[in-house]
């Protein structure tokens, strides 16, 4: 029937995992909103075939930033788990990673096609809305600028706070530290 574009944030988890929110029940830019109906098909296919995550919805092959393989449903939010492409061969990944480690706010976006939708009102914008309700999704993409206005997540804090804590070289193997007392290298005590 139709195209649809969710766009909802990402959050950091290790440099080669990521988590995020690929979908929610809110209501988007376009008063859109997915049905429990829709995440729950999107959570199945997820598991079942796994979908790549893309870079602003730009399909070449070389465009690829991961798969996805891991989805939950929790509080009407699907949740995601993302393995990273090798950031040794895909320079892309390590400056997504860089922007998130400084906290820059980045979304992701699902694309695929709308099976059945239906009209209903919604009382928090006092108006009839658009509730997707069968879907099949074929990708997941990170985008700057989310649709869902519940879409924006921070890094979570101990990451921040890790992130900006002062590092010191170890006098023995001079790698880069943080303010632990022993290296995590050599184990030499700093």
Request: proline share 3%; charged share 25%.
């Amino acid at each position: 029937m139709n195209d649809f574009n969710f766009i909802i944030p990402l959050k950091k988890g290790s440099d080669s995992q990521l988590s995020g929110i690929a979908s929610t029940t809110s209501i988007d830019r376009d008063e859109e909103k997915m049905s429990d109906t829709a995440l729950s098909m999107m959570v199945s296919d997820i598991k079942s075939i796994g979908v790549n995550l893309f870079g602003n919805h730009e399909h070449n092959w070389e465009n690829t930033l991961g798969v996805i393989k891991e989805a939950e449903l929790i509080d009407r939010q699907v949740h995601i788990g993302i393995t990273l492409d090798d950031a040794s061969t895909n320079p892309k990944i390590p400056m997504l990673l860089n922007k998130l480690k400084r906290g820059i706010k980045l979304g992701l976006s699902v694309c695929g096609n709308v099976e059945s939708y239906k009209w209903e009102y919604d009382k928090s914008v006092n108006k009839k809305v658009k509730v997707l309700d069968k879907v099949k999704i074929y990708e997941v993409s990170v985008v700057g600028i989310p649709s869902n206005a519940d879409s924006f997540l921070s890094i979570p804090q101990a990451i921040t706070k890790s992130y900006k804590s002062k590092s010191y070289k170890c006098p023995v193997c001079l790698s880069e530290n943080n303010k632990s007392g022993v290296c995590e290298i050599c184990l030499t005590k700093i």
